[in-house]
């Protein structure tokens, strides 16, 4: 189907963070300003659209599937479906959300940063980290039944913090990446509650819920950088 095959379209793409910020951003346009022709239309010659979309593989066989085709050098999205659109942003906000997106966004950000000052690249690094604070389920209450206290432990430091216990693997990650110290990338993650330590897997395990990871009422996460 034409949905099936917008998804599929967007699932290539997740590995290019840049591109699926740039889909997502002209999808977003679309739909908010349905009978503005110049969201409607593309230029092809444009450095900025061959740079993040065209030149990259998957990119035009996305903005095919949302509806777009080719007319006189650009782009053009003739027969608007709303559905078909919010599918595509719907499924390209999916990959946002993955880590094989995240990855590559830090791959960016850090070739950006070897280029800033120290100064530039702290403010960065500042922005990153609350960008990922944003992420982190509200901490509940102090007595909270069902709550689960969790120690990270980076480098020499230790931060308490109160999670509820059907929060997941993947709020915790969110949380160790917000702290000053820990990785941005190629994080670690290793369950040092009781002996023996348990290495937490990053890929599998991110959904798996506080409690079912031994992690209440109470846990010890050292967090480091992956070896």
């Not at 000052?117 to 909270?144: I, N």
């Not at 929060?167 to 290793?190: Q, W």
């Amino acid at each position: 189907s034409r949905e099936q095959r917008v998804q599929a379209c967007a699932a290539k793409l997740s590995g290019k963070a840049a591109t699926v910020d740039t889909l997502i951003t002209s999808l977003n346009k679309v739909l908010q300003h349905p009978t503005e022709e110049r969201y409607r239309k593309v230029n092809l010659a444009n450095k900025a659209f061959q740079e993040r979309v065209s030149s990259v593989p998957g990119g035009m066989d996305f903005m095919y599937a949302v509806g777009f085709e080719p007319l006189h050098g650009h782009l053009v999205l003739q027969s608007r479906d709303p559905a078909l659109l919010w599918i595509g942003k719907s499924a390209l906000e999916q990959c946002r959300a993955g880590t094989t997106y995240q990855a590559a966004k830090e791959d960016e950000q850090l070739m950006q940063a070897l280029s800033m000052s120290e100064d530039q690249f702290e403010s960065e690094q500042a922005k990153r980290r609350a960008e990922f604070r944003q992420r982190v389920p509200e901490e509940p209450p102090e007595g909270q039944a069902g709550n689960s206290l969790i120690c990270f432990h980076v480098n020499e430091e230790q931060v308490w913090r109160r999670f509820e216990s059907n929060n997941t693997l993947e709020d915790l990650i969110y949380f160790a990446r917000s702290l000053k110290g820990a990785p941005l990338k190629d994080m670690a993650v290793t369950n040092i509650t009781m002996a023996p330590a348990v290495r937490l897997d990053l890929t599998t395990q991110l959904g798996l819920t506080l409690q079912r990871l031994d992690l209440w009422p109470t846990g010890h996460l050292r967090v480091e950088r992956a070896t």
